[in-house]
């Protein structure tokens, strides 16, 4: 029944090396989104997307670049992972050209050492 | 861009009691305001929603409300449970965006 899958719950990963966070989703929605939980911040946009080969900035996209080559996967990449990127990754997906509520994947927690 | 602020972001109620949680939210344009509820290790899951064309929505034993001229939204949930002790959230989508902006979250616990 799981519809938005992350690829990996636990992640470590060392300072400097270049991250992978995969994302699919089954719903064939068009919207896309990245977002890191963290205590007290709530859920911070990274990169979305509307549809393939398109992709916008989040509020905090910075030391991130995503990839969404085919409708239902959405990759998110650390291109040099610091240890400020130690944090809950949450994926989500949304359908149509309007706002809906998102459906969640559980969720990558990410620690970089 | 739009900011959205949620109090408080710890709420403990007796089991039975009722429990609000309050977001505001900056931008006269935003028209949707859906609310998660993410419990200990889970994804974070739709709980209810409202559009600004709508003052106030219930299902069940959670309703939620909205001042547009004050911009501000509310969750409320009557005859708390043990179960629904979770972290909440509240989000505000602008004009025709379709990503959400959140709130902050609340820690909600019901004792029993």
């Known amino acids: 029944d799981v519809k938005v899958t992350q690829s990996s719950r636990y992640l470590v990963k060392r300072t400097g090396e270049k991250v992978f966070l995969e994302c699919v989703q089954d719903?064939?929605?068009?919207?896309m989104f990245w977002y890191r939980q963290d205590p007290g911040l709530g859920l911070r946009l990274i990169y979305f997307s509307y549809d393939v080969k398109m992709k916008e900035k989040g509020d905090i996209p910075e030391g991130y670049s995503v990839s969404r080559e085919k409708k239902e996967r959405f990759s998110l990449i650390l291109e040099s992972a610091s240890t400020n990127q130690t944090s809950m990754y949450l994926c989500a997906s949304s359908p149509g050209q309007g706002v809906h509520g998102y459906t969640f994947g559980s969720g990558t927690r990410l620690t970089v050492v | 861009g739009e900011n959205v602020e949620q109090h408080p972001s710890t709420l403990s109620v007796q089991e039975g009691d009722s429990a609000v949680i309050k977001c505001t939210y900056s931008?006269?344009?935003?028209?949707?305001f859906p609310w998660y509820k993410q419990e200990l290790g889970k994804r974070p899951q739709l709980i209810i929603d409202?559009?600004?064309?709508?003052g106030e929505k219930k299902d069940q034993r959670i309703a939620v409300t909205l001042n547009k001229t004050a911009k501000h939204f509310s969750l409320h949930i009557t005859e708390t449970q043990p179960e629904d002790s979770a972290v909440y959230f509240c989000a505000a989508s602008l004009g025709s965006a379709r990503q959400l902006t959140f709130g902050s979250g609340t820690q909600l616990t019901v004792l029993p």
């Open positions: 409202i559009r600004s064309n709508v």
């Open positions: 719903m064939d929605h068009e919207n």
């Open positions: 931008d006269s344009a935003s028209n949707y």
